[in-house]
């Protein structure tokens, strides 16, 4: 029983950092709702297995703050179920190309192909939950929508544009490899909104998070009067 309780509260942790980026002990207590020694402990434990990485941050007064992060083992890990959904949709994908879709095609231009089929399956399967036609509601639903598949898990209005993230890489192995799986995610985005859709960064290129962007419609400047 302890044990159990005590898994719930380190996976807990991971999702938070997983889905929200990096934390302080303070702000990982905080939003638990326990005291900062019991968050400390597990952290401690999940370092040491491997799952955390730690940074200290300097501030303008006071002590550093030790900052908390998932390691690349621990964003596996808490991104393992986005990784199995991944592959059941990428085996039947390449299972349904035809002879006339691979015959003279390398092997970087049948992935791309693969993935773009997986990107357009997503947003079939969830295009049913984004409804609004205008686009800041819009973009919540995406948003909604895409984070159970790790695609996504905030937007933030930024005056002429919307940026849409995702702290977490349900891929990061694959990523690191060939750049059709963050395609195939800015395509899934697209095609739900609806509108371009820019990607800004990626995890897999360096980026502390996956950042897209989508840009707001101009104003209509209405009828010149003679």
């Known amino acids: 029983m302890v044990q159990r309780v005590v898994q719930r509260a380190r996976d807990e942790l991971a999702r938070i950092l997983y889905e929200r980026g990096d934390r302080s002990v303070a702000e990982l207590a905080l939003e638990m709702g326990v005291s900062q020694g019991s968050v400390r402990r597990h952290l401690d434990i999940m370092v040491a297995e491997g799952l955390l990485e730690t940074t200290l941050v300097r501030q303008p007064r006071g002590r550093p703050v030790t900052r908390y992060s998932l390691s690349e083992a621990g ?22 190309l035809g002879e006339d879709e691979v015959s ?15 990107a357009e399956d997503i947003a079939r399967e969830r295009g049913g939950a984004v409804r609004s036609t205008e686009l800041g509601p819009r973009l919540e639903e995406v948003v909604a929508a895409l984070s159970d598949e790790g695609i996504l898990t905030d937007v933030r209005d930024e005056g002429e544009v919307y940026r849409l993230s995702n702290v977490g890489c349900p891929c990061p192995s694959t990523t690191s490899e060939t750049n059709a799986a963050c395609e195939a995610d800015r395509y899934s985005i697209e095609l739900l909104v609806g509108r371009p859709v ?14 897209y962007q989508v840009r707001k419609p101009a104003e209509p400047t209405g009828a010149v009067v003679h």
């Open 75 to 96: 964003e596996e890990r808490s991104g393992a179920d986005h990784y199995t959904s991944l592959i059941g949709r990428l085996l039947p994908a390449l299972a349904s």
């Open 104 to 118: 003279g095609r390398d092997g970087e231009a049948i992935l791309e192909q693969v993935y773009s089929r997986v």
């Open 198 to 211: 820019e990607q800004m960064a990626t995890i897999a290129g360096g980026g502390a998070c996956c950042e």
